[in-house]
Structure formats: structure tokens, C-alpha cells
């Protein structure tokens, strides 16, 4: 089976991100199985690397291509400014469907499996390309309702969520790792839980395990351990308000803080500064450790070093540091708040304690520490249930037969289609679309705002000094006055319209751009394809 994988990081150029480690493993468990896998991912953005990223690299036998994503759209200025996290969306998916459509005409995929976060594969859905599966991370619509990072329903957000319902809701096939997500995006979306199939998130049991070499050096203490992004939606600052009753009882414990740090503490400060002032104030700075990131093949090392790990998410769907702490054989203690608790076994290979409650976690981290046969038992159970349901071999033999569903929902679906039209042509409609938009914006705040018209003015001139000289030009032989004399009047007249061509060619790129994209994209194509009209 030719498959293709779409998704925006991918390590290592782009990050170890949930979705980035999910599509890495995939990847890996698919060409083990014999297939032919390729990954579509985003380049490294020119200001956090010096190194650029190849546009195409073969590793471990799969093929990854790389897009550059940062130019485009990059004559809708106005869109960038009022709606610059839609304008990134758009403009990273418009880069990977392209390039999608170039590798689709050479040698047809049989199958696309993209993420459902920020509508990564809304043209694939939209356009019935080749047979799509969507699997749901976490949706920004969730961000959106909870108000995490204090994301709020503005334009901007909004235009996400529109664009991530759409993907879902012309998929052929929708995959959840855990049924609280599945139920939220149920709701969400109004389409029912019994058409999304719940595929736990896999791990390499082979990489992490309980053997091998350990990051941090064994001694009296028993150590708890933390991995995750230092923000308040991973509950590290629950954690930390744990610590001083845990040290209260227990002495012999230190705690190990994995993950980069954030400007999401009070006032837009470094969390990491934050949490570290508090243990301070409460004189339990030097029981813990904090570590900045560490590359995934680093990871395992750091799980053996630990005895506990504890999850205290104020959400997440299936976070992979408790899959990767269960296969490592370690036991958890993870919050109740979203699907991470269906991964535990309550009592077994760990705890679930409620949210938002540094009382219940310390109690149950305390009730480990003094028990270390329990926490031994407990470890064996989480390595035997990581093996037996998360390995990577049983999730491709189930991936497989949901991609064959899949493949079969396609065909069923476009044989029933109302209309066809190419494949460029909802890339078309979408640049036309947001250029009629930032049209739209562009001449409000113009008669509106005399400080908008010279900023305007002085970004042009110093990104398009050609169109800027011509338009004032114009513009000044416009307002001088008529003379009739020696025929003046006739020349300034031509003088006139041959400028006002000159600036219509020159300031045409935000339609000619769409024109071309359209273009390009029915080049690559050698027939049409059906575009469904009707949703699920």
C-alpha cells in the first residue's frame, strides 16, 4: 500500500511534538509492515535555524519532504495582520497540498492520513483526492471552548475551528485515540460516536524499556518524574503545590521537571522562573531538578531513572509521556481531565486522582513512595499492558484493516457525488476568498485611518519600491491641473493610464496568485475528481 502522511512537525527538523511522535511512530510501523510510506511536514522556520531543511531526505526507508510554507500568502499583509494564525493555517496547508498534488500525479497514494489540529487536511477532504483518514489529536476548537493559553473565540480562532470541521466532517474515516476526545469532537462537530474509531496512540516498546542505560544516577532517594511543556495546561503548577506537603512526609525524595519552558506564568513571564521562585519561597528548591528538552532517543534514558511519573494534565487526549512511562515500566499517576486516564488501570499500573487537586496527587505520590514493593508490582503490570496493547506491530495490523475501511468508505462515497470539478479548484476558491477579504479590510482601515494609510505607505515603499514611486506618481499628476495647451492634457491623460496599468500589473499578484495557484495545481491533474457538497 502507497501511503501518504501528512503532518506540519516531524522530527527532527520540526519538534517531538504529540502529533510529530505519533506520526514518526506511524511512519516507522507502516514501512516495517512492508509498506511504502512517504511524510509531508514543514520546513524549519528561516528565524529558528541557520540550517535550512532539505526539501526531500529518505530516513530509516521513509521518504520525507520537506515544504516552505513562510512565503505564502505573503501579499495579504491585512489577513497576516487581523487573522495571522489563520493566515498561518492557510498558508501551510495551500504549501503541503501542493506538494501533495506533485507527488499524487506522479504515482497515485492510496491512502492519506493527516491530523484533524489547525484542519491540516481540509483540501484533502474538500477535494476527494484520494481516501482520507483523519485522526483527531486535539481539535482548536477545545482550546477554544476551555480557554487554554487564554485562546478566545475571536475571527481568528474561529476561521480555525470552521476549517478543522470541515476536514471532519468529509473524511472518509475519523480515528480517536481516546473516547473523551472522540466525545468532544462528537459534539462538537454533531457527527456520532459511533463513527469514530478509537485507536490507542502506539509506542516502540523496543525503545523504551525498562532495560538499558539510565540518564540520572541511582541513590537513596526515590524520584519522581515529570516530562511535558512547563504550562499550566500539562498541571506542573500542580505538581509543584505538591511538593511541600510530600516532603512533610517523606524525605527521601527528589522530583526531576523534563520540558521546555513557556512565557505563559502571570504577567507573560518564564513558567520555569515561576515555579522556581515558589519552591523557593517554600524552601523545596533543592529537591528538584529541572531539565530543558531532551531529543526522544534521549528520553528512555530518563524514564529508567525514575521510580514515578506523574501526569497532571489539566487536559490532554493521550499524552505520549505516559504511554512512553508505561512501556518504560514505570508506574503513573495522572489527572481524571481528558483521555489519559483511559490508559491506567486504576490501581494496577497506577493512579487517577482528580484534577486541579494538589492534596490528592500528593497522597497518592506519598503512597507510592512508602510502598516500594507496590511500586514494583505496579511497574511489571504497566510494562505487560504497554506490550500487549500499545506495541507498534498490533497497532499497524489495526491500522491496516481501518485504512481498508477507509479506502472502501472513498469509493462508496464518490460514486455518489453531485458535481465534480478539478482538484486546484478549492485552492482557487480559497486564495480568491481570502483576497476578497483582505481587499475588504485593506480599503475600510484606508478611509478610516490616516496613521493606517502612512504605515501602509512606508511598508510598500520599503517592500515594493517600484509600485510605491508609481503610485505617487499617479497620484501627482493626477491632482496637478489640466493644460490645454500644446496638446498637455492629452499626454497627461495617456501619461495617466499608462501608469495605471503599470500599477495594475504590479499590484496583481494577490489575484494573479490565485489564478496561477488554480493553474498549477489542474496541471498536475489528469482527470477530475468528485468534490462532495453534501457533509456526513
Same mark, same amino acid.
Given at each position: 500500500m502507497r501511503i501518504c502522511? #501528512?503532518?506540519?512537525?516531524?522530527?527532527?527538523?520540526? $519538534?517531538? $511534538?504529540?502529533?510529530? &511522535?505519533?506520526?514518526?511512530?506511524?511512519? %516507522? &510501523? +507502516?514501512?516495517?509492515? $512492508?509498506?511504502?510510506?512517504?511524510?509531508?511536514a514543514l520546513k524549519k522556520c528561516s528565524t529558528e535555524s541557520a540550517e535550512p531543511s532539505q526539501n526531500c531526505s529518505v530516513l530509516n526507508g521513509i521518504t520525507i519532504h520537506r515544504v516552505d510554507w513562510e512565503n505564502v500568502l505573503e501579499e495579504l499583509n491585512l489577513f497576516l495582520i487581523s487573522a495571522p494564525s489563520s493566515h498561518y493555517v492557510l498558508g501551510s496547508g495551500i504549501a503541503i497540498w501542493k506538494k501533495f498534488i506533485e507527488l499524487h500525479r506522479k504515482k497515485k497514494f492510496d491512502i492519506v492520513e493527516a491530523p484533524e489540529h489547525l484542519g491540516a487536511g481540509v483540501f484533502h477532504a474538500l477535494t476527494g =483526492?484520494?481516501?482520507?483518514? +483523519?485522526? !483527531?489529536?486535539?481539535?482548536?476548537?477545545?482550546?477554544?471552548?476551555?480557554?487554554?493559553?487564554?485562546?478566545?473565540?475571536?475571527?481568528?480562532?474561529?476561521?480555525?475551528?470552521?476549517?478543522? %470541521?470541515?476536514?471532519?466532517?468529509?473524511?472518509?474515516?475519523? !480515528?480517536?485515540?481516546?473516547?473523551?476526545? $472522540?466525545?468532544?469532537?462528537?459534539? /462538537?462537530? *454533531? @457527527?456520532? #460516536?459511533?463513527? @469514530?474509531?478509537?485507536?490507542?496512540?502506539p509506542v516502540d516498546t523496543d525503545l523504551f524499556c525498562p532495560e538499558g542505560k539510565s540518564a540520572l544516577s541511582a541513590n537513596e532517594n526515590v524520584r519522581v518524574l515529570f516530562v511535558g511543556r512547563l504550562e499550566e495546561r500539562k498541571g506542573i503548577h500542580i505538581l509543584i503545590d505538591s511538593i511541600p506537603k510530600i516532603l512533610a512526609q517523606f524525605k527521601q525524595v527528589e522530583f526531576c521537571i523534563v520540558g521546555n519552558d513557556t512565557d505563559t506564568a502571570p504577567e507573560g513571564k518564564s513558567m520555569r522562573n515561576y515555579l522556581q521562585s515558589s519552591l523557593a519561597d517554600k524552601g523545596a528548591l533543592d529537591r528538584v531538578e529541572f531539565i530543558s528538552h531532551v531529543p526522544l532517543e534521549q528520553m528512555p534514558e530518563y524514564y529508567r531513572s525514575a521510580d514515578i511519573c506523574v501526569i497532571p494534565s489539566l487536559y490532554d487526549n493521550a499524552p505520549y509521556t505516559c504511554i512512553e512511562a508505561l512501556a518504560s515500566g514505570k508506574p503513573v499517576i495522572v489527572s481524571s481531565f481528558g483521555g489519559t486516564k483511559e490508559y491506567v488501570d486504576e490501581?494496577?499500573? *497506577?493512579?487517577?486522582?482528580?484534577?486541579? /487537586?494538589?492534596?490528592? !496527587?500528593?497522597? =497518592?505520590?506519598?503512597? +507510592? +513512595?512508602?510502598?516500594?514493593?507496590?511500586?514494583?508490582?505496579? &511497574?511489571? &503490570?504497566? %510494562?505487560?499492558?504497554a506490550v500487549q496493547f500499545l506495541d507498534l506491530k498490533t497497532y499497524c495490523r489495526r491500522k491496516l484493516e481501518l485504512y481498508e475501511t477507509a479506502i472502501a468508505a472513498h469509493q462508496d462515497r464518490t460514486s455518489r457525488h453531485l458535481y465534480q470539478q478539478p482538484h486546484g479548484r478549492s485552492l482557487e476558491d480559497t486564495v480568491e476568498l481570502l483576497c476578497a477579504f483582505d481587499q475588504m479590510v485593506y480599503k475600510t482601515l484606508?478611509?478610516?485611518s490616516c496613521e493606517f494609510r502612512f504605515r501602509h505607505r512606508y511598508r510598500l515603499l520599503r517592500s515594493r519600491p517600484k509600485l510605491a514611486l508609481t503610485q505617487a506618481a499617479h497620484f501627482i499628476l493626477a491632482k496637478m491641473p489640466n493644460f490645454s495647451i500644446l496638446g498637455l492634457d492629452r499626454l497627461k491623460s495617456k501619461f495617466l493610464k499608462n501608469l495605471a496599468h503599470a500599477i495594475e500589473g504590479k499590484s496583481a499578484p494577490p489575484y494573479s496568485l490565485a489564478r496561477t495557484w488554480g493553474k498549477l495545481a489542474a496541471d498536475n491533474e489528469s482527470d477530475y475528481a468528485p468534490r462532495i457538497s453534501n457533509l456526513k
Open positions: 502522511l #501528512i503532518s506540519r512537525e516531524y522530527p527532527p527538523d520540526t $519538534g517531538w $511534538g504529540g502529533i510529530g &511522535a505519533y506520526t514518526f511512530n506511524t511512519a %516507522r &510501523a +507502516l514501512h516495517s509492515a $512492508g509498506h511504502e510510506v512517504e511524510v509531508i =483526492a484520494a481516501p482520507l483518514v +483523519l485522526t !483527531l489529536h486535539t481539535p482548536h476548537s477545545k482550546f477554544v471552548a476551555e480557554n487554554f493559553h487564554s485562546i478566545e473565540a475571536s475571527f481568528d480562532n474561529q476561521m480555525i475551528c470552521l476549517l478543522e %470541521r470541515l476536514a471532519i466532517n468529509q473524511a472518509d474515516l475519523l !480515528l480517536s485515540p481516546s473516547m473523551d476526545l $472522540g466525545k468532544f469532537v462528537a459534539n /462538537d462537530t *454533531g @457527527i456520532g #460516536i459511533k463513527d @469514530i474509531e478509537i485507536l490507542r496512540n490501581g494496577v499500573t *497506577g493512579f487517577v486522582v482528580p484534577g486541579q /487537586d494538589p492534596c490528592q !496527587l500528593s497522597e =497518592a505520590i506519598i503512597t +507510592l +513512595l512508602q510502598d516500594e514493593k507496590r511500586r514494583q508490582t505496579m &511497574a511489571m &503490570a504497566a %510494562r505487560n499492558y484606508y478611509e478610516q
